[in-house]
């Protein structure tokens, strides 16, 4: 069973920067995706970054381009998720996700891809 664990929020003023990091367990397969995911209060869920093992594709959302880096460490099995610049509608809880297997580019950001989820960590950016 593949279990994920997210670590690395806080709080932040604008224009810092967090690393977010997501550690996964009990992943056979080398063809999954991680995608890393944010819901802000009163909001939806909305796909932040993905990143494809197979091929390392990325994927970002237009609102953290330039700003947001996803990596992906094979020997670790963990995710990253470096944030710089931030701003406070970056403020929110940030989720990891796990897929085994190949999603297609344009549903990389797509939370209905995912199966596995982690917890939570909460980012709070001020101004």
């Known amino acids: 069973e593949v279990q994920l664990q997210a670590s690395g929020g806080g709080s932040v003023q604008a224009g810092g920067s967090l690393r977010l990091s997501c550690a996964a367990s009990g992943v056979t397969r080398d063809a999954i995706t991680i995608g890393w995911f944010r819901q802000a209060p009163g909001s939806g869920r909305e796909g932040v970054s993905a990143f494809r093992k197979w091929d390392a594709v990325t994927y970002y959302a237009d609102s953290v381009k330039d700003r947001f880096t996803i990596t992906f460490d094979s020997a670790k099995n963990t995710a990253y998720l470096q944030m710089n610049s931030l701003r406070p509608e970056d403020t929110g809880l940030y989720y990891c996700?796990?897929?085994?297997?190949?999603?297609?580019?344009?549903?990389?950001?797509?939370?209905?891809?995912?199966?596995?989820w982690g917890h939570g960590t909460q980012v709070t950016v001020s101004s």
């Open positions: 996700a796990f897929d085994i297997g190949h999603i297609t580019y344009t549903r990389m950001l797509d939370e209905d891809e995912y199966h596995f």
